[in-house]
């Protein structure tokens, strides 16, 4: 099992900056990967950023340039760097972990902070 808590969420203007943090516990050797989802209201979830094991990212065309995934092992946390908001970026922010355990591969997610920017 692994347990993700984020957190950084909250209200900022467009143009503003706010930095995520998803910190993981639990069986964190199993994980491949960690991703950061976001939900709009009446949208699907997508995937905005992912930064694999071995250090390599991608990210959304719409967040390029603009956010920046980054880990620290010391502390089992994952952060998303989000600059030059706009409104657009408004939406709930998941955390979410790829493990593979055995032959069995798992996701798990946490429970999300809201990210909210005003025009």
């Known amino acids: 099992q692994v347990q993700l808590v984020e957190s950084g969420g909250g209200l900022v203007q467009a143009g503003g900056s706010l930095r995520l943090s998803c910190a993981a516990s639990g069986n964190i050797f199993s994980i491949n990967a960690m991703n950061w989802y976001r939900q709009a209201p009446g949208k699907q979830r997508e995937l905005v950023a992912v930064?694999?094991?071995?250090?390599?990212?991608n990210y959304a065309d719409s967040v390029k340039g603009r956010f920046t995934i980054s880990e620290d092992n010391a502390k089992n946390t994952v952060y998303l760097q989000m600059n030059s908001l706009n409104p657009e970026d408004t939406a709930v922010y998941y955390c979410?972990?790829?493990?593979?355990?055995?032959?069995?591969?798992?996701?798990?997610w946490g429970l999300g902070t809201q990210v909210t920017v005003s025009s």
């Open positions: 979410k972990a790829a493990a593979t355990m055995g032959i069995h591969e798992f996701d798990y």
């Open positions: 930064i694999t094991s071995g250090g390599t990212t």
